[in-house]
């Protein structure tokens, strides 16, 4: 069963935007605060946080080249995500996206004002991880203690999972997200991850 979680974006996490600026650890903005400011007021009325998630069960199968993981919906031999599920024998596997509002702003104010596409382009990278967040949460909330998620890209985690991902999700038709010809998401504020689930949650309620 594919499950749709819509979000409220009411406001964005400033320590995590001035990370994104490469000003992590920084709290005063003395001198751009109008700026950010501005930023944030035109991008919260575009963010319409959506995401959809499904569980699949896992397996570990020994090869010849090493661990092969069966995960439901695809294999991949990836060793990096054979360590982050380790202990687990069931994934949550999520999309999400904060929508397309961003990216228009991001190409309005590239032509306009470079300085705001920057701010309004980390503004929007942490929407999105915070809108992730609160999936997982629910993912927690609902299923026990889960692993870091995990997305395509990381480690040795192949981009072309992302395919999988897609038609396992039938993301396209629930979230208007779309792949292009590299295996990157449109619009770009969107990510797909891989959650484990903990063994000894196995009680819980489960719709595998």
């Known amino acids: 069963m594919i499950h749709i979680l819509n ?10 935007v001035l990370r994104y ?18 930023c944030e007021q035109m991008l919260l009325p575009v963010l319409s946080p959506r995401a959809c998630y499904a569980l699949f069960p896992l397996r570990f199968d020994e090869a010849p080249n090493g661990t092969v993981l069966d995960l439901g919906f695809a294999r991949t031999a990836s060793r990096s995500l054979a360590v982050n599920l380790a202990g687990c024998d069931r994934i949550a596997l999520f999309a999400a996206t904060v929508g397309p509002g961003v990216d228009r702003l991001i190409v309005k104010y590239n032509k306009l004002s470079p300085a705001r596409a920057v701010i309004l382009q980390a ?3 942490a929407a999105v991880e915070s809108f992730c967040d609160e999936v997982n949460r629910q993912i927690t909330n609902e299923y026990g203690a889960t692993r870091p998620r995990f997305s395509c890209g990381y480690g040795d985690l192949p981009l072309t999972l992302q ?8 993301v396209t038709k629930h979230l208007g997200i779309t792949l292009t010809e590299g295996d990157l998401m449109m619009p770009s504020k969107s990510v797909t991850a891989i959650v484990g689930i903990k063994k000894e949650n196995f009680s819980k309620e489960t719709d595998v």
């Open 7 to 16: 979000g409220k974006a009411e406001g964005i996490d400033r320590r995590e």
């Open 21 to 38: 600026l490469g000003y992590g650890g920084v709290s005063d903005i003395s001198g751009m605060e109008a700026v950010y400011d501005q």
């Open 123 to 125: 503004m929007g990278a």
């Open 163 to 170: 395919r999988n991902i897609f038609e396992a999700l039938s």
